[in-house]
């Protein structure tokens, strides 16, 4: 978890195949801890053919059925419909040449957002960002994507830089956001 913590989190990242992924991941973890996804991240990416959108938007039930006897993954039938449904819609939008990525970034105004927390005690379960975001994606069929889901989300996208200020990896994800565009 430290690992995944010193050079994944906060660090921003424009890939949609990884919005996807932390998309899943993050959804995955409601009600469980992120180590435990964490320790299966290998595994949920072999049963979700490597977060390929096109490919996982066309599991069908025998797919889903398959996923659910999968003992490396978390086997949640709503998660899982989830996931499926959720990729279908990011295949909607990229044949509208629209990226889910690109939206999320132009949400926070094309830049990271960087708190100023002293503790992660201060760090809120969810932001007003984080509301409007998830209450949009709703709209627009994605699901299982709560505001507290979405708060993670972008955290885990760097859109969102949560590192607390005596974090000694904080201004190294600030750094990085300011190579990139968004």
């Not at 990229?94 to 990226?99: E, I, L, N, P, R």
Request: hydrophobic share 45%.
């Amino acid at each position: 978890m430290q690992t995944y913590h010193d050079t994944e989190w906060g660090f921003p990242t424009t890939d949609e195949t990884e919005t996807f992924e932390l998309m899943v991941l993050e959804m995955m973890q409601a009600g469980l801890s992120w180590q435990t996804v964490l320790n299966k991240r290998a595994a949920f990416r072999a049963a979700f053919a490597d977060f390929d959108i096109d490919q996982v938007a066309a599991f069908d039930a025998e797919k889903i059925a398959a996923l659910m006897q999968d003992t490396g993954i978390i086997r949640n039938r709503r998660k899982i419909d989830a996931a499926v449904n959720n990729a279908q819609q990011m295949k909607r939008w990229h044949a509208a040449g629209k990226s889910l990525n690109a939206y999320l970034w132009q949400q926070a105004g094309g830049h990271q957002l960087v708190a100023q927390f002293a503790t992660s005690a201060s760090v809120p379960a969810q932001t007003p960002l984080a509301q409007q975001i998830s209450k949009t994606l709703k709209k627009k069929g994605f699901k299982f994507l709560g505001p507290t889901i979405v708060t993670s989300w972008l955290q885990a996208l760097g859109i969102q830089n949560d590192h607390v200020l005596t974090c000694e990896f904080r201004q190294a994800a600030i750094e990085a956001a300011k190579s990139q565009a968004f």
